[in-house]
């Protein structure tokens, strides 16, 4: 139950992060040169991480870094397109870092947090 609920969260952030990345103008909660892409870096990170929590195989997480990547490269073409955003391949690089690192984290102590909180709280996920 809690692995669904993890993964409804995830699903939620992905629809959070297209959202702020295809408005016109986006909430900008701090400001500093390169803040862009340490939100991209975070953001893409975070999410790799937070789905190799709920998704174990390797072949998945494969699928899974391939598909972040992919996301991140298309929100930058349809940022162009768009006319009121702008297409950096600079944002493309972050987004491919953060997957990367997230990638590593999950490979670390932090790739055990879903199972963490459920151990804690007496529920099981199911793979």
């Keep these: 139950m809690l692995r669904k609920a993890w993964l409804i969260l995830g699903w939620l952030w992905i629809a959070t992060v297209f959202y702020l990345s295809l408005i016109p103008h986006p909430p900008k909660p701090i400001s ?38 992919v996301m991140g490269v298309g929100i930058e073409f349809l940022q162009g397109w768009g006319g009121y955003r702008v297409f950096e391949y ?13 990638w590593g984290l999950a490979q670390t102590g932090m790739g055990n947090i879903l199972f963490v909180i459920e151990s804690r709280s007496g529920s099981k996920a199911s793979n």
């Design 32 to 69: 500093f040169d390169g803040v862009d892409k340490l939100e991209h870096f975070i953001a893409y990170g975070g999410l790799m991480l937070w789905f190799c929590q709920g998704y174990l195989e390797r072949k998945t997480r494969i699928r899974l870094f391939m598909a972040l990547v």
């Design 90 to 102: 600079a944002d493309m690089l972050a987004n491919t870092i953060g997957v990367l690192i997230g």
